[in-house]
């Protein structure tokens, strides 16, 4: 059995979709994050950074992963699932991996703290990152022209990037001009286990709605950055 301690973002979603792919058993602890649930002493125990997700495998002696890369690889390895067997395969499914840990994730998250969280409107603040994030998306719709998947079997490398991807409206990012990256979002879209993960745990907003419960999901992660602003300066 696995305990799985999460919130509805697409770095959780990342575990969800992992975990119902794989059929792994497994029980569901979601964490508050806009009343600092992940920063109690409990969940510092699990991960020291103090972030979703994180795991604790039961099975393997309470052994617990954090950051959600670290985890699809663990996940993948223990089952031998989701990842290539072939050395230069699993190289390039790392490869695309990591394209999302140190890219698309970052950027996007950035791309959102600035359009939707951040207290002022800072225009080129904005400009950079969803030009970045632009610009990571037509790597992607490049690939994904002569690829169905972006191992070509499809991988935690695929569900690592579909999980952050498939929210580019919140970012204020259009996809129309890249065929290829809807192409692999719907294929993506169209997996059972994909539909169930992102409902894992139930997201409080629909991303793509501009309605109340948006704006007051807006106002909780606008809270959150401010409070580590304070954090960073000392207060």
């Avoid at 979709?17 to 569901?28: G, K, S, W």
């Avoid at 954090?66 to 230069?88: M, N, Q, V, W």
Wanted: glycine share 8%; with cysteine.
């Amino acid at each position: 059995m696995i305990d799985f301690y999460t919130a509805a973002t697409p770095n959780g979603h990342k575990i969800s979709i992992a975990l119902e792919e794989l059929a792994l058993p497994y029980t569901v602890h979601p964490l508050n994050l806009s009343t600092g649930e992940q920063k109690q002493a409990g969940f510092l125990a699990i991960n020291p950074n103090g972030r979703i997700p994180a795991i604790v495998d039961r099975a393997a002696g309470d052994f617990a992963v954090f950051e959600s890369g670290a985890i699809l690889l663990y996940l993948a390895e223990k089952t031998g699932r989701l990842l290539p067997a072939d050395s230069k395969r699993r190289s390039q499914a790392v490869q695309w991996l990591m394209f999302q840990m140190g890219g698309i994730g970052p950027m996007m998250g950035q791309a959102n703290v600035f359009l939707r969280y951040f207290p002022e409107k800072i225009q080129p603040a904005i400009d950079r990152y969803q030009g970045e994030c632009r610009r990571l998306f037509r790597v992607l719709d490049g690939h994904l022209q002569q690829h169905d998947y972006l191992a070509d079997d499809y991988s935690i490398a695929d569900i690592a990037n579909w999980a952050w991807v498939r929210t580019y409206r919140w970012s204020g990012i259009a996809i129309d001009d890249l065929p290829h990256l809807q192409r692999w979002l719907r294929q993506i879209g169209d997996r059972p286990a994909a539909q169930r993960g992102i409902d894992i745990p139930p997201s409080p907003i629909d991303r793509d709605a501009d309605d109340s419960k948006a704006q007051r999901f807006v106002e909780d992660a606008r809270r959150m950055v401010e409070m580590g602003q304070s954090r960073q300066q000392g207060v």
